[in-house]
């Protein structure tokens, strides 16, 4: 592994959690034969001892030179540097084609979110037109906490700072060119065309005022960083630039340091991915993927490792409908009787009709048996005057 820094630790923490579970999988123990800093180890005994190189550290140089001499050598390359990748991808996807090796890259772009993947195997098959996506987690996080509390650009960055979401240099998250290299690897993978990052034309969020935001939720709009990649006529145009986005679009919704990418054709029209575009223990799950995937032929059945128990009885927030007598005292029992089998409310909303009541709740997680035994002790209750309907709700809020 060439660098120990946020990724490569984690990822020296995950390949020995993971190990018995690929080694069924694979037939093959990994064990992480190296590591190389700008303190300790020496790349070229590294090589000597390893079928398989991650590359951890970033920047062009020495990162180029060594992912070339991997290759060179008959290594498959992991990496996650979508600045070499941006620049240099086509000579290092060239000599990999020419060593039959691999080179994966899935931590790249979006990092634990499988686009890479999707768009060159699951979509091999389909014409790409346009792939619009929010591949900075640092300028999403900030756009969102300007839209929500109405900071200004440096507060919501200072606040991204101390969150971790923002490095102490955020220059190249900022001004979009991080966007961009991302964006050049996205656009070479959808139109099967070498892209260059100097090709890619980008705006950052720098000047973007607290007022552009509060306007823009008058009128129902999402102010987001888009990268865009689309299809022009015979060419083609990538670039990255603040934009408002309508709340049908898949992307209005992915707030905070959340990635989303979604790719059209007119073949499936339309799929989105989303989830966390960067961090340690993510980046490095996707590039343990990418290790696995190089270990192994193509999957042509799905690998079992263990048979796990299925498990009936789960946590599930639910919404409850009740119609009941409209006297005092009842809304008290029902609560009770909830609170007797470990069911406790969250919201409440009570409407008069006539002689009788509506009583719709949503309540707190609880198992669903409890909740099943709440709702047979509520349907005994002389007060109620109709069974009790119930829907699950979920509860999780993302971002
Ligand atoms: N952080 C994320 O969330 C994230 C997400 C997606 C992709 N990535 C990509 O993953 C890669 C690693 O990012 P990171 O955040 O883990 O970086 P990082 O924390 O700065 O760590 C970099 C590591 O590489 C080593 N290194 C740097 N220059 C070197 C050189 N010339 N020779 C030998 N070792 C060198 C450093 O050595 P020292 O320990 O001696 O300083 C350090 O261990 C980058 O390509 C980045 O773009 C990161």
Same mark, same amino acid.
């Given at each position: 592994m060439l660098g120990h820094g946020t990724v490569g630790s984690a990822f020296a923490r995950l390949l020995p959690a993971h190990a018995d579970r690929i080694e069924v999988i694979t037939g093959i123990r990994p064990e992480l034969a190296g590591v190389v800093t700008t303190s300790r180890g020496s790349f070229e005994e590294l090589l000597a001892g390893s079928d398989l190189i991650v590359e951890l550290m970033g920047g062009i140089d020495p990162a180029r030179g060594y992912v070339m001499r991997a290759i060179e050598s008959g290594r498959h390359v992991v990496t996650a540097n979508k600045q070499l990748l941006s620049r240099y991808g086509e000579e290092l996807w060239s000599a990999a084609r020419e060593h039959g090796v691999q080179l994966r890259f899935e931590g790249a772009v979006a990092g634990v979110v499988p686009v890479i993947r999707v768009i060159q195997e699951s979509l091999a098959g389909a014409r790409i037109d346009r792939v619009h996506g929010i591949v900075n987690g640092t300028t999403n996080f900030i756009l969102t906490e300007m839209a929500r509390t109405g900071m200004k650009f440096e507060e919501a960055l200072t606040e991204a700072q101390r969150l971790g979401? $923002?490095? $102490? %240099?955020?220059s190249e998250d900022v001004d979009g060119r991080d966007a961009a290299a991302k964006m050049a690897i996205l656009a070479r993978l959808a139109f099967d065309t070498p892209v260059h990052l100097d090709e890619v034309r980008y705006e950052g969020i720098e000047h973007i005022q607290p007022d552009d935001l509060e306007y823009a939720h008058d009128l129902g709009l999402e102010l987001k960083l888009i990268g865009t990649a689309e299809r022009i006529g015979e060419g083609l145009s990538v670039r990255v630039h603040p934009a408002f986005l309508y709340p049908g679009h898949p992307l209005a919704p992915v707030a905070g340091p959340f990635n989303a990418i979604t790719v059209e054709s007119e073949e499936f029209t339309e799929i989105t991915m989303s989830g966390p575009g960067a961090g340690g223990p993510q980046t490095a799950s996707a590039v343990l993927g990418d290790v696995i995937s190089a270990m192994i032929p193509p999957a042509s059945t799905p690998p079992t490792s263990q048979r796990l128990p299925i498990v009936e009885d789960v946590v599930s927030a639910f919404y409850l409908h009740l119609e009941v007598a409209d006297e005092p005292g009842v809304l008290a029992a029902v609560a009770r009787v909830l609170a007797e089998d470990g069911v406790s409310v969250k919201s409440v909303v009570q409407k008069g009709l006539g002689d009788q009541a509506r009583l719709v709740m949503v309540l707190h997680p609880v198992l669903e048996s409890q909740f099943a035994a709440a709702v047979r002790a509520l349907a005994g @209750? %002389?007060? @109620?005057?109709a069974p009790p309907r119930a829907i699950r709700v979920l509860e999780e809020e993302f971002g």
């Open positions: 979401y $923002a490095e $102490a %240099d955020p @209750l %002389d007060v @109620l005057r």
